[in-house]
């Protein structure tokens, strides 16, 4: 960033003030919360996660430095709960997403499909990956789609079920026109989310995991190695002449001494 792009000292000290402030106002909303999902505390929050980034950004552009706050994006979390404490009907929303990696398989299951409900093979609706999506999903159910997807030549994308709470049963047909346009993320009862971006970052710490205790068995195999070594190599002084002095002992004993106990000469054959 160029110095003329850059916040002044007195902007940087401006987003610093402004922290102060919504972190006083967030302690007072929380200290006088009405509840567990408070939407005070619940804006408050907002507003403190606001400030705090735009103070980061400025400290960065001014200073090159950053702020320890990691603060959260706004998908992570659902905003509070304002639904009926005791609903008396649940929605559930469901969206799966799937990507067509084999069409020639997908539209040779459709035409099985075709087949087994004609009595014929046939080339209208599963000639093409429309047609054949349209087949599949009217046979089978999405749960089952979902387990045998790869036989479909489908692959498996990010899923989220949401659970929502309504005050009363919507009549017959009132939603049909337009299914998700009434879906209130405030009404969530729970949420259960399914991407390969948690399978990524649970990979990523056990890899890191992995890492540390690799060093940690080298390091023991190679101080293992080196004491082996110096065992070996390292003797004991008083072994070594206990060593001689066993050796000498038994040159002796093996020499035969005649009366007088002076050793005896080797008697050669004449």
Same mark, same amino acid.
């Given at each position: 960033m160029s110095d003329a792009a850059q916040p002044t000292a007195a902007e940087v000290r401006a987003a610093? $003030? #402004?922290?102060?402030t919504a972190l006083d106002r967030h302690l007072v909303a929380v200290e006088h919360r009405s509840g567990e999902d408070d939407p005070a505390v619940y804006e408050a929050f907002n507003q403190l996660a606001a400030a705090?980034?735009?103070? =980061? $950004?400025?400290?960065? !552009? %001014?200073?090159? $430095?950053?702020?320890?706050?990691?603060? @959260?994006? #706004? =998908? +992570?979390?659902?905003?509070?709960?304002? *639904?009926? $404490?005791?609903?008396?009907?649940?929605?559930?929303?469901i969206r799966r997403d799937y990507a067509v990696a084999e069409?020639? %398989?997908?539209?040779?299951?459709a035409r099985r499909i075709e087949a087994a409900d004609d009595g014929g093979p046939g080339a209208d609706a599963s000639g093409t990956v429309h047609g054949a999506v349209g087949i599949l999903f009217g046979e089978f159910e999405a749960d089952e789609i979902a387990s045998r997807h790869k036989e479909f030549g489908l692959e498996e994308g990010d899923s989220t079920l949401w659970?929502? #709470?309504?005050?009363?049963?919507? +009549? @017959?047909?009132?939603?049909?026109?337009?299914p998700f346009e009434q879906a209130d993320p405030q009404r969530v009862v729970c949420r259960f989310d399914v991407s390969a971006v948690f399978d990524d970052e649970f990979d990523d710490d056990i +890899?890191?995991? !992995?890492? +540390?205790? #690799? /060093?940690?068995?080298?390091?023991? !195999?190679? /101080?293992?190695?080196? *004491? /082996?070594?110096?065992?070996?190599?390292?003797? /004991?002084? =008083?072994?070594d002449d206990d060593a001689d002095d066993d050796a000498d002992l038994d040159l002796e004993g093996d020499l035969d001494t005649d009366e007088d106990g002076e050793p005896a000469r080797l008697g050669a054959d004449r």
């Open positions: 610093a $003030e #402004a922290v102060k705090a980034e735009a103070y =980061d $950004e400025l400290l960065y !552009d %001014r200073y090159d $430095e950053v702020t320890p706050f990691e603060i @959260p994006g #706004a =998908d +992570d979390t659902l905003p509070p709960y304002t *639904g009926p $404490e005791e609903p008396n009907a649940l929605s559930v929303l069409p020639q %398989r997908l539209m040779a299951q659970v929502t #709470a309504a005050d009363e049963p919507a +009549d @017959p047909g009132e939603w049909l026109e337009a +890899d890191d995991d !992995d890492g +540390d205790d #690799a /060093d940690v068995d080298t390091d023991a !195999d190679v /101080d293992g190695d080196i *004491g /082996d070594l110096e065992e070996d190599l390292v003797t /004991d002084p =008083d072994e």
